[in-house]
Each structure stands twice: as C-alpha cells, then as structure tokens.
T-cell receptor
Framework: GQQVMQIPQYQHVQEGEDFTTYCNSS?????IQWYKQRPGGHPVFLIQ?????EVKKQKRLTFQFGEAKKNSSLHITATQTTDVGTYFC??????????FGTGTRLTVIP | DSGVTQTPKHLITATGQRVTLRCSPR?????VYWYQQSLDQGLQFLIQ???????AKGNILERFSAQQFPDLHSELNLSSLELGDSALYFC?????????????FGSGTRLTVV
C-alpha cells in the first residue's frame, strides 16, 4: 500500500469549535477521496479531489488538495454533534483508491 | 440503504471453522471490494473483483479467498479461523474497475471467533 499518514488519530472538540484532519503522502497522488464513518456505521463517500490546489465545499465541510498533490485536508467549521465519527482519506497514485488512511476519530462534546 | 447488501449481519463461530460472507453490489456496479476492520482499527483492503475477475489484491491471508459470480455477487471465504480474525468485514462496490465516483459500502458483517 501507499505510505499515507493521517493526523491526528483522535480529536475531541467542544461543539461549535472547528476541526481539521490531514492526510499526508510521501508520493504524488493522482486523486484523493474522503469518507465518513459514523459510530456503528459504514464508511460513506464524501468527495473526490483531483486537481492541484483544488478546494471544494460541502456546507460546513471544506476539502483541500495540496499544490504538490501530496497532502489533503478536511476542515469542519463550527462542529455539531452530527459530525461525530471517523474521517478517512483514501489516496490514489493512479490505479485505484484501495488503501485508506488510518482515520481521524472526531468526538464532539455538547 | 446504500444498495450494497451484505449477509449475514452477525456471525459467531469457533476457532478452526470456515465461514462464507456474501455481498450483493449496488445495481449496475461491476466492481466489488472487501475490507476488514478490526476493533477501533482502520480499513484494511483485502481484495477487489471486477466483472468476475480478480483485479487487485491487498493484505489478504492465504486462509481467505473470494470470488465474484456471473450475477456479480461476491463471497468471501474465511477458513481455519483464529481469534484474531474477529472483525467487521465490509463489502463495497463501484461502477467501474476504478472507483472514480467513490465506493458504496454495505453495512458489514460482524464476525466473532470464539
């Protein structure tokens, strides 16, 4: 698999605070996907980023792909309890997004 | 309902036994992927099938095997089970051989080996 580090492993935030998770690769990526897994649930596809420097928004979620296409981030503004879960990145070097990052588990304290 | 169906939802079996997990992909999807998720762990890619043929292999143990049938459903066979095989096994599907539009996951099969 690819050498991908996802940080932090865990994050506890107060409701209303912002949250960011990072996915860093040692190699240049062709694209990266992000997934969310709620507690007790299955991973759900959120988005795919393809272009260098790409920024995409989904309501309070902002996804970025680095200029060098080696890192990506997911930022949540003003977290809510519904944001609780584990966020995974799934990078690709061209073939497929088979190998997922280690995930960041987000806990939101009401 | 994601459209990917996995059965059974729960399975409890003894060490040394053999089990079969089943997955029906979302309608129209030709690729099936199998993932293993141990307690509080990430998603470990096992194997991918595309239109009946093995397409990619991950860290799948020799005791594990899979296949995809002509109707596109897939089965994951786990044999000589060990306690460490206890995990959540997810199946995912995508339209093509490459998941350009993301993978659709099923609800998983929770396997407990006792």
């Amino acid at each position: 698999g690819q050498q991908v580090m996802q940080i932090p492993q865990y994050q506890h935030v107060q409701e209303g605070e912002d949250f960011t998770t990072y996915c860093n690769s040692s190699t240049t990526l062709s694209n990266i996907q992000w997934y969310k897994q709620r507690p007790g649930g299955h991973p759900v596809f959120l988005i795919q980023l393809v272009k260098s420097g790409e920024v995409k928004k989904q309501k309070r979620l902002t996804f970025q792909f680095g200029e060098a296409k080696k890192n990506s981030s997911l930022h949540i503004t003003a977290t809510q309890t519904t944001d609780v879960g584990t966020y995974f990145c799934a990078p690709s070097t061209g073939a497929n997004n088979l190998f997922f990052g280690t995930g960041t588990r987000l806990t939101v304290i009401p | 309902d994601s459209g990917v169906t996995q059965t059974p939802k729960h399975l409890i079996t003894a060490t040394g036994q053999r089990v079969t997990l089943r997955c029906s992909p979302r309608s129209g999807d030709l690729s099936v992927y199998w993932y293993q998720q141990s307690l509080d762990q990430g998603l470990q890619f096992l194997i991918q099938y595309y239109n009946g043929e093995e397409r990619a292999k991950g860290n799948i143990l020799e005791r594990f095997s899979a296949q995809q049938f002509p109707d596109l459903h897939s089965e994951l066979n786990l044999s000589s089970l060990e306690l460490g095989d206890s995990a959540l096994y997810f199946c995912a599907s995508s339209v093509g051989a490459v998941g350009n539009y993301g993978y659709t996951f099923g609800s998983g099969t929770r396997l407990t080996v006792v």
